[in-house]
């Protein structure tokens, strides 16, 4: 949206400029150089609230008449005002009005949250360079052309352009987790220039501007031009970069401070343009709703009309039509036909509209956000370590939670721990376990230590550590903590030489002359070392794949085959291999790297020997039974990682997720072969997995490769169908599925896939990492384990551990089905018994809209008199308790798919709603009919005969509820038998104090008088007894016939 | 460290009963042990009432009779013939066997006749009807009520007084009830205090406090289908006149359903045995409707007039209990006995 209002603003204005001028400290360029052209820029203010003080009110409202069901409700009172219908325009305004305010004043509470937040980062301290001084001022101060000092660890302000680090080559280092989820450290640098800088002052002296492009949204794309004004001297021109360009949201890391320009600010940085609001996400809970509402309207419409259709009827004779006791005005006589039809349809809409539940929305939306608050608070999803619960950002899907039939999880920091540990090496085919070496030390000292150095020198380089171990990735970490436990120590990094404690307490000193990074396309990194001996070494640690094609000698044999085996086990692997490199050749490399820092490819052929270190990804406590539970739930669980097969089979296997006796079928490294090879095998699978009885023993295992080549629409496969529909097929026969080497993007192709087959299955994604982000976003249900701060917004819902998906699965999100689903059912049946005595009425006063309830009544009966009880309900009910659910996860296989929702049940709700509704009308008109109903012999008018419908409707709808409760706390107690009260209190006020204003005096003492009759409570009891005599035995027998866990969700469902 | 630790106490939801969704619970279970006998005794006690109900029914009297005049046989046919209405008398003699034990309620019916309608209901200025003189005159087109139309002014824009269908079309026959003694008329004395609700006839409706009555209708008009005006609905008793009129008050309370009855008088001491004539002045026009006028007689009980009908669905709802307890008995028995029960 932004980009198409920029678009427009493109069009519209005149002085448009393709490119912007930044003046680096304000400062006018020098008389000579271009035009000025003086452009408006937003400050540093970030946005995201909806509303402002002012606008909250007409946006808000506009934003809620856009619901359908409330724009509904605003024109029948509309309709109500402008023409005489039979009830007052009160009726349906005061519930409306009500709905409205409750959901402004929930929107408005989350936009108060929302103005707080940005409130917290517009203020957050920012150090700016002024006349030479580091003034700290806010970040919402900074503007365009502010020169910024960044300390470490600070995240950055703004987009800035880099102008010199604490670091003399005028590099920083950055991370951009938060943004792209890479989680390795990025090296920005410098203009050279402007690196020379390292004091305000001199940064202050800077005369430059900066001309770059105008913000857009791609995060690696930045063209620009600096040019520095000196003394007298043409200004110098150089070029400027993605790599010159600091973005908002990245942090700076191992660096102590830089200094930068501000180019971007406020909502057009790169972050900002690139911050998608969320889309809705759809319960299918809420479709349901919207179904079942359509039916209503459409019951509603059909009413009305045949109502109408049958008081023309009706009205045939004109004796009927107008008898003389009841004329016309001439007014009504002189109506056109047409009108005359309208009007009336309209006035019957009217009377029934009642029958839409007015609020239901809002009971709906209360509950949610109110109920949500159960997810934060619960104190079994609360880790110790870490310090914080769960945490809820969208409460629309609550009920989603207990729907999940696929679920897709991460594996490295989700269902593993993320923390490595050092476990074993292998030099050369021999293996060294850190425990095994301290014991057999003595014998094999000389030839160890040897190679140990070598492990640890290389650890140390790579590890690229500042003082504290803070490195890229927790490989890393491991390593130089493996490297203490054998008795190399890592000192810290000066002067560019890594110092190291061995085990003799000397200190050995290394140069670092060249770092390759890593990166994902080589999937390694380099070091070049100076060792004190003037000995140049390459080290190069990376993935076996990358690693082995480039080793040219040692025992690459042994070291494969241990790496295979232990990456069986379910061990993460590294290898490592190094290079002794002759003067020459590092001359050699230094001029390549210098030049053109590419062609790396070269210099890394010819390895000498291979390392291979071993480390163990530990499983998250749990998650073996939380995954066997999640099985259990009749959920599909699928492995979506980037690690290699035999390393995530391992996990697999280790977090039971493949059990031993599962079939597996492994579709791996489908770039060696040809399409029409995965088309077979696909078929083949799909072949056996249809024969086979059990289909649930198969697992799959898959790779990203395959997973594209499957998934590519190609041209070939149009004879042989769909490799799509076939993947499809089988993957929704295998219990497990393991899709591994999996790019980012792939991850959320996958769960669109599979959200988009044919039955349309909730899915769930769980992932820590920012790479999981896209697939989390596509999921119905994101989850977010615990790294990933940032990135934790993107989902629905933060867990801190693995294990707790199990709880907000089965427990949580069960409930808050049942829940939801019973609200939605109960707000349909009680507006049916609410309105169709009212329907039946028309038949018995001549299709005159006569209103069976008092006006007051009408208007209550949603919003007071049965709203708290199912509100409540629909937070507190348990109809198992969370320690059966937790214990028998097969309970959760009852409610998928909706099933509480389905058209049979919504049925039943409803026939028993007319059900109850035919009881209470004809029971009264009985009962009424020529008697007397007082001992004192006074008749009772329309009015009692109404109360009479409403008491007994209110007290069946209300007990209807206490008889679904499972959960009778001390709440529902209250709520349920105080708002019967409460019925009872407000009707004795109501018909007992002459309320002038308001009413117009029908009521005054009707209720009174019904209940000083006798037979009015004796038929009030009766009435009440059979409408609920048919739930009752039906509850009782459901209970007789099925087993005991199930039996609410058994009755439930028919 | 210590900020980390204060952190955490903060972030730590609260360990509460209501927060961890564990607040002590009653857990009701429908278990055989339970609603077995909570039907059996349900369906006893409906039953019992049920008894109780239909007996008492059973032994109140009504007597119900129809004088609209449809058929040529009928004593008030002469009167039903639309055209001669004015002032028609009939009557109509009938016969008891036994007492008719007191009070016994005299009603008058309706059929087919929709008070119920809504615009007619609607049709009536409750100022008016509580004596407010403001409502009387007529005042732009406020006031009378424009619910009231189209009885709302006369031909001359004179307010009418009460106005509105509803109090146009009070009912208008009256009845005197006559004992043959001997071949000797001797009137029944009919009782016309409090057969209208007690707060209708003391607060809802008041007449102007304008002495006499008759001066505060000074510029209106009665209602167009009254043969005489508010003012002179009982000259007798000033209060049992105007809009405190008893019948008026019965009549304004509108019935719920089309065929209805309404309390006329009561005649407290009952009805001896012997022959009765029924003295109607035929006033009331329903045949253009198909409507059918009636008179009924009843007595009442504690649970109110003659009405089978409750107490003979309390007995089938108890019996209806008592049917499903055995039933499920019978199940809860078989599933307990079969084998491969859990």
Redesign the interface.
């Known amino acids: 949206l932004y980009r198409r209002t920029q678009k427009m603003f493109c069009v519209g204005e005149e002085s448009w400029v393709d490119s912007r001028t930044v003046y680096i400290g304000h400062k006018e360029p020098p008389p000579g150089a271009e035009a000025y052209i003086p452009q408006r820029y937003p400050d540093n203010r970030i946005v995201s609230s909806k509303y402002t003080f002012w606008n909250f009110i007409p946006k808000n409202l506009f934003e809620q008449f856009r619901r359908i069901a409330n724009f509904y409700f605003l024109v029948i009172f509309l309709v109500q005002l402008i023409i005489d219908t039979?009830t007052s325009p009160v009726t349906s305004g005061l519930p409306l009005f009500f709905v409205i305010t409750v959901t402004a004043i929930k929107q408005g509470y989350e936009d108060w949250l929302r103005h707080k937040a940005d409130c917290s980062i517009n203020e957050c301290p920012v150090d700016v360079v002024q006349q030479g001084k580091v003034v700290r001022t806010q970040s919402h101060k900074l503007r365009v052309g502010d020169v910024v000092m960044v300390r470490e660890d600070e995240t950055f302000p703004c987009d800035l352009i880099l102008l010199s680090s604490s670091r003399h080559d005028g590099t920083c280092y950055v991370t951009t987790t938060s943004l792209d989820g890479e989680s390795s450290h990025k090296t920005y640098y410098a203009v050279p220039d402007t690196m020379a800088f390292t004091t305000e002052q001199e940064v202050d002296s800077l005369h430059a501007t900066i001309e770059c492009e105008q913000p857009q949204p791609d995060l690696y794309k930045f063209v620009g031009r600096i040019n520095i004004y000196k003394d007298k001297e043409e200004p110098v021109a150089r070029p400027l970069g993605a790599e010159n360009l600091l973005l908002r949201g990245a942090t700076l890391k191992n660096t102590q401070h830089i200094y930068a320009v501000a180019i971007y600010t406020g909502m057009e940085t790169k972050m900002a343009l690139n911050y998608q609001s969320k889309s809705q996400k759809r319960s299918a809970v809420e479709k349901s709703m919207n179904a079942f509402l359509i039916v209503y309207l459409c019951i509603l419409i059909s009413k009305a009309v045949i109502n109408t259709v049958l008081k023309y009827a009706w009205q045939w004779s004109p004796?009927?039509d107008e008898?003389?006791?009841?004329?016309?005005?001439?007014?009504e006589r002189q109506r056109h036909v047409v009108c005359l039809f309208i009007h009336r349809f309209l006035a019957f809409m009217v009377l029934f509209n009642y029958i839409i539940p007015v609020s239901m929305y809002v009971t709906v939306e209360m509950q949610k956000f109110l109920g949500s608050?159960?997810i934060?608070?619960?104190?079994d999803m609360?880790d110790?370590e870490l310090?914080?619960?769960a945490q809820v950002n969208t409460s629309d899907l609550n009920e989603e939670l207990g729907q999940v039939e696929y679920v897709f999880t991460d594996k490295t920091g989700t269902l593993t721990e993320n923390n490595m540990e050092f476990i074993e090496c292998c030099v050369d085919g021999n293996v060294y376990i850190p425990h095994a070496i301290c014991v057999r030390m003595l014998s094999r000292t000389t030839f160890f230590l040897d190679e140990c150095s070598f492990i640890k020198d290389f650890t140390s380089v790579c590890g690229r550590p500042t003082s504290f171990y803070i490195s890229s990735s927790p490989d890393e970490v491991a390593l130089v903590e493996g490297m203490k436990k054998l008795g190399y120590t890592y000192l810290r990094l000066r002067d560019n030489h890594m110092e190291i404690l061995n085990k003799d307490d000397e200190i050995e000193r290394f140069e670092l002359l060249h770092v390759l990074n890593f990166d994902s396309v080589r999937r390694r990194m380099s070091v070049i070392v100076r060792s004190s001996s003037g000995e140049c070494l390459l080290f190069c640690k990376g993935a076996d794949s990358s690693i082995f094609p480039r080793v040219v000698s040692g025992k690459v044999e042994q070291v494969k085959a241990r790496v295979e085996q232990n990456a069986v086990e379910g061990l993460r692997t590294l290898c490592v291999a190094y290079k002794s490199l002759t003067e020459a050749d590092y001359q050699e490399a230094c001029f390549h790297l210098t030049e053109a820092k590419l062609a790396l490819q070269d210099r890394e052929q010819r390895l000498a020997q291979a390392y291979d270190i071993i480390e163990r990804d530990w499983l998250q406590e749990k998650a073996a039974d939380t995954i066997e539970s999640l099985h259990k739930a009749g959920m599909k669980v699928w492995v979506l990682t980037g690690d290699k097969m035999e390393t995530a089979a391992a996990t697999c296997y280790a977090s039971k997720l493949f059990r031993r006796t599962l079939y597996l079928w492994v579709c791996y490294s489908a770039n060696t072969r040809p399409h029409n090879h995965i088309y077979t095998l696909l078929h083949l699978v799909l072949h056996r997995c249809s024969l086979s009885v059990d289909c649930l023993d198969f697992g799959l295992i898959i790779d990203g490769a395959t997973l594209s080549a499957v998934l590519k629409p190609n041209p070939e496969s149009a004879g042989h169908g769909n490799y799509r529909e076939i993947f499809l097929e089988i993957c929704r026969n295998c219990s497990a599925v393991l899709c591994c080497r999996m790019a980012p993007l792939q991850k959320a192709q996958i769960v669109k896939l599979i959200k988009a087959s044919k039955e349309h299955p909730i899915t769930l994604a769980i992932g820590d990492g920012a790479n999981d982000v896209s697939m989390i976003q596509e999921a119905h249900v994101g989850v977010m384990g615990k790294e990933g701060r940032q990135a934790a917004r993107n989902s629905d819902y933060a867990i801190p551990k693995f294990k707790h998906l199990k709880k907000i699965l089965l427990v949580h999100g069960h409930?808050y089905y049942i829940r939801i689903a019973e609200l939605v059912q109960y707000f349909f049946y009680k507006n049916v018994c609410f309105i169709f005595p009212q329907f039946l009425y028309q038949f018995?006063?001549?299709f005159?809209?006569?209103?069976l309830y008092d006006t007051a009544y009408l208007t209550l009966y949603n919003i007071s008199f049965t709203s708290l009880p199912i509100l409540l309900y629909s937070l507190?009910e348990?109809h198992v308790s969370?320690e059966t659910l937790k214990r028998e996860p097969s309970l959760y296989r009852d409610i998928a798919k909706n099933s509480l929702l389905r058209w049979p049940v919504f049925l039943y709700w409803t026939c028993l709603g007319v059900f109850d509704a035919v009881i209470f009308f004809f029971?009264a008109?009985?009962?009424?009919?020529?008697?007397?109903?007082?001992?004192?012999?006074?008749?009772?008018?329309?009015?009692?005969?109404?109360t009479l419908v409403f008491t007994v409707l209110v007290f069946t709808v209300t007990l209807k509820l206490a008889l679904d409760t499972?959960?009778?706390?001390?709440?529902?107690h209250f709520v349920i038998w105080g708002s019967l009260l409460f019925y009872v209190i407000f009707s004795l006020l109501w018909g007992g104090i002459?309320w002038y204003n308001f009413c117009?005096?029908q009521m005054?003492?009707v209720f009174m008088?019904m209940l000083s009759?006798?037979?009015a409570w004796?038929?009030i009891i009766?009435l009440i007894?059979?409408s609920l005599?048919p739930d009752?035995?039906k509850?009782?027998?459901c209970?007789?016939?099925s087993?005991?866990l199930t039996v609410p969700m058994a009755c439930r469902t028919i | 460290m210590q900020k980390?630790e204060n952190?955490?106490v903060e972030?730590?939801?609260?360990?509460t009963a209501f927060?961890?969704?564990?607040?002590?619970?009653?857990?009701?279970?429908?278990?055989?042990g339970i609603?077995i006998p909570l039907f059996v005794l349900?369906g006893l006690a409906?039953i019992g009432?049920g008894v109780a109900?239909f007996v008492t029914s059973r032994n109140l009297h009504v007597l119900e009779m129809d004088y609209t005049g449809v058929e040529k046989t009928s004593p008030c046919f002469s009167c039903s013939d639309p055209i001669k209405q004015k002032n028609c008398k009939c009557s109509l003699s009938f016969e008891l066997d036994k007492l008719f034990e007191g009070?016994v309620?005299f009603?008058y019916?309706l059929t087919n006749?929709?008070?119920?309608?809504?615009?007619?209901?609607v049709?009536k200025d409750?100022n008016q009807l509580s004596g407010d003189l403001d409502y009387f005159t007529f005042f732009f087109s406020i006031v009378p009520d424009s619910t009231c139309?189209?009885?709302r002014y006369d031909v001359n824009n004179k307010p009418i007084v009460p106005c509105g269908?509803l109090a146009?079309?009070m009912f208008n026959d009256t009845f005197n009830l006559y004992q043959m003694k001997n071949g000797v008329k001797e009137e029944v004395p009919l009782d016309g205090k409090?057969?209208?609700?007690w707060?209708d006839y003391n607060?809802?409706y008041r007449n102007p406090s304008v002495n006499p009555l008759r001066n505060a209708f000074n510029g209106t008009v009665k209602p167009l289908y009254w043969s005489k005006p508010a003012y002179e609905l009982d000259p007798t008793d000033t209060a049992n006149n105007g809009f405190i009129n008893q019948d008026f008050l019965?009549w304004m309370?509108?019935?719920?359903?089309?065929?209805?009855?309404?309390?006329y008088r009561?005649i407290t001491d009952g009805l001896p045995a012997g022959n009765y004539s029924l003295e109607i002045s035929y006033n009331y026009?329903v045949i253009?409707?198909?409507g059918k006028k009636k008179v009924a007689f009843?007595n009442?009980?504690?649970?109110?007039?003659?009405?089978e009908?409750?107490g003979i669905?309390?007995l089938v709802?108890g019996s209806?209990?008592l049917v499903?307890s055995v039933v499920?008995l019978i199940?809860?028995h078989w599933?307990n006995s079969s084998p491969d029960a859990?």
Request: proline fraction near 7%; glycine fraction near 8%.
């Open positions: 039979p004796d009927r008898p003389w006791y009841n004329h016309r005005t001439e007014h608050y159960f934060t608070w619960d104190e609360f110790e310090g914080e619960g409930y018995f006063c001549g005159s809209q006569q209103p507190v348990q969370v029971g008109y009985f009962l009424f009919d020529n008697t007397t109903f007082t001992s004192n012999g006074q008749m009772f008018g329309n009015w009692t005969f109404g499972h959960h009778w706390t001390w709440i529902n002459i117009l005096l005054y003492y008088q009759s006798g037979p004796l038929s009766l007894t059979v005599l009752v035995i509850k009782v027998l209970r007789a016939i087993p005991l | 980390k952190q955490e972030n730590r939801p609260d360990n927060t961890q969704q564990r607040l002590p619970a009653w857990q009701p279970i429908l278990s055989a609603v349900v409906f009432i109900l009070p309620f009603y019916g006749y929709f008070q119920n309608q809504r615009a007619y209901g049709s409750y139309k189209p009885y269908s146009n079309s409090g057969i209208s609700w707060t607060i809802k019965v309370r509108r019935s719920a359903l089309p065929n209805f009855r309404k309390l009561r026009p253009a409707f198909d009843s009442v009980s504690w649970m109110g007039g003659k009405n009908f409750l669905a309390y709802i209806l209990c499903m499920m199940i809860y599933r859990n």
